[in-house]
C-alpha cells in the first residue's frame, strides 16, 4: 500500500515557467510534508517543508501548497531555470520527525 | 557535502560474497538510518538507530545486518544477496530520531550478479 502518491513521474518545462508537483497521502496521523531534490550521483537534500497548521510556504521561488481536507500538497517552482533539473521526492512523517514515507518522485527537465 | 559520507560509492558483488557498507556522518547526529532507492519504487526505510540503538527494522531480509557501534558510524553488512537487491542504498541522519531535518549521503550504488 503506497501511503504517499505522486505524480507526475516526469515533467518538462520551459526556462521561467511554473513547475507544479502534486502529492497525496492516506495516513491522516501525518504531520510533516518536506519536499526532497535529489540530484544525479548525489543523496537527496531537504528543500522545503511544511506542518499542515499553514495552507501554504514559500521560500524563494519554491511554494509549497497545502490542502488538509483534501490531503494533498503540492510543490510550485516559480520561474523554473534549467539547474533544477532534478528529481523531486515528496514525503511525510508523523511526530513531525524522519521516519519518512517517500512518493516515487518526479524526474523534472528544465528547457531553455 | 552534507557532512554524511558512504563508501564506497559503487560496489559488484556475488551473490555467495560477504560485503559491508559504510556511512560516517560528522554532524553531531544521534539518529542514523538506512534507505533503499530502487528505480520507479519510493524510497524505503531499512532501519533506523537512535542513540547506538535499534529503533527500527522495517522487515528487512536478515541477509542485511546493520551495525551501529557509535552514533558517528553505521554500517550495513551484506551477504547471500539476490540480484534485485540492486539498488541505491542511502545512509541519513538527523539530531534525533523524529527530530529535525535528515541529511542524506551520496548513497552506495550496490549491483548484485
Known amino acids: 500500500q503506497q501511503q504517499v502518491k505522486q505524480s507526475p513521474q516526469s515533467l518538462i518545462v520551459q526556462k521561467g515557467g511554473i513547475s507544479i508537483i502534486n502529492c497525496a497521502y492516506e495516513n491522516t496521523a501525518f504531520d510533516y510534508f518536506p519536499w526532497y531534490q535529489q540530484f544525479p550521483g548525489k543523496g537527496p537534500a531537504l528543500l522545503i517543508a511544511i506542518r499542515p497548521d499553514v495552507s501554504e510556504k514559500k521560500e524563494g521561488r519554491f511554494t509549497i501548497s497545502f490542502n488538509k481536507s483534501a490531503k494533498q500538497f503540492s510543490l510550485h517552482i516559480m520561474d523554473s531555470q534549467p539547474g533544477d533539473s532534478a528529481t523531486y521526492f515528496c514525503?511525510?512523517?508523523?511526530?513531525?520527525?524522519?521516519?519518512?514515507?517517500f512518493g516515487t518522485g518526479t524526474q523534472l527537465k528544465v528547457e531553455l | 557535502e552534507t557532512g554524511v559520507t558512504q563508501t564506497p560509492r559503487h560496489l559488484v558483488m556475488g551473490m555467495t560474497n560477504k560485503k559491508s557498507l559504510k556511512c560516517e556522518q560528522h554532524l553531531g547526529h544521534n539518529a542514523m538510518y538506512w534507505y533503499k532507492q530502487s528505480a520507479k519504487k519510493p524510497l524505503e526505510l531499512m532501519f533506523v538507530y537512535n542513540f547506538k540503538e535499534q529503533t527500527e527494522n522495517n522487515s528487512v531480509p536478515s541477509r542485511f545486518s546493520p551495525e551501529c557501534p557509535n552514533s558517528s558510524h553505521l554500517f550495513l553488512h551484506l551477504h547471500t544477496l539476490q540480484p534485485e537487491d540492486s539498488a541505491l542504498y542511502l545512509c541519513?541522519?538527523?539530531?534525533?530520531?523524529?527530530?529535525?531535518?535528515?541529511?542524506f549521503g551520496q548513497g552506495t550504488r550496490l549491483t548484485v550478479v
Open positions: 541519513a541522519s538527523s539530531p534525533q530520531r523524529g527530530r529535525g531535518e535528515a541529511f
Open positions: 514525503a511525510a512523517s508523523t511526530g513531525g520527525g524522519n521516519k519518512l514515507t
